[in-house]
Nanobody, 126 residues
Framework: QVQLVESGGGLVQAGDSLRISCAIS????????MGWFRQAPGKAREFVAA????????YYSDSVKGRFTISRDNAKDTVFLRMNSLKPEDTGVYFC???????????????????WGQGTQVTVSS
């Protein structure tokens, strides 16, 4: 059974940095595209970033491009999201997601991800 566990969320001030992590177990991490999505109160879940397996090609939403960095450690079955210059509008629950092995579809579409973590809260105060 594939399980994803996020960690590292918290309360920070605008302009601060934060790194959140997601450890996956029971999957084939080296063959899985990984993504981060977030959901603010009263809003729909939105794509934040993704990283392909094998090529490590990365993708970002326009709202976080240049501030956030997604990376992966295949030896530790872990994906990271480094968030710099945080803004209050970055507040939300951040969800880690894993695609099924060898998936190579559109990464900004949540329907392409089969496995999800419980989420970690990130709150940015102004």
């Amino acid at each position: 059974q594939v399980q994803l566990v996020e960690s590292g969320g918290g309360l920070v001030q605008a302009g601060d940095s934060l790194r959140i992590s997601c450890a996956i177990s029971g999957g084939t991490f080296s063959r899985q595209t990984m993504g981060w999505f977030r959901q603010a109160p009263g809003k729909a879940r939105e794509f934040v970033a993704a990283i392909r397996y094998r090529s490590d090609t990365t993708y970002y939403s326009d709202s976080v491009k240049g501030r956030f960095t997604i990376s992966r450690d295949n030896a530790k079955d872990t994906v990271f999201l480094r968030m710099n210059s945080l803004k209050p509008e970055d507040t939300g629950v951040y969800f880690c997601a894993a695609a099924r092995p060898d998936f190579y579809g559109i990464v900004s579409d949540a329907s392409g991800f089969d496995y999800w973590g419980q989420g970690t809260q990130v709150t940015v105060s102004s």
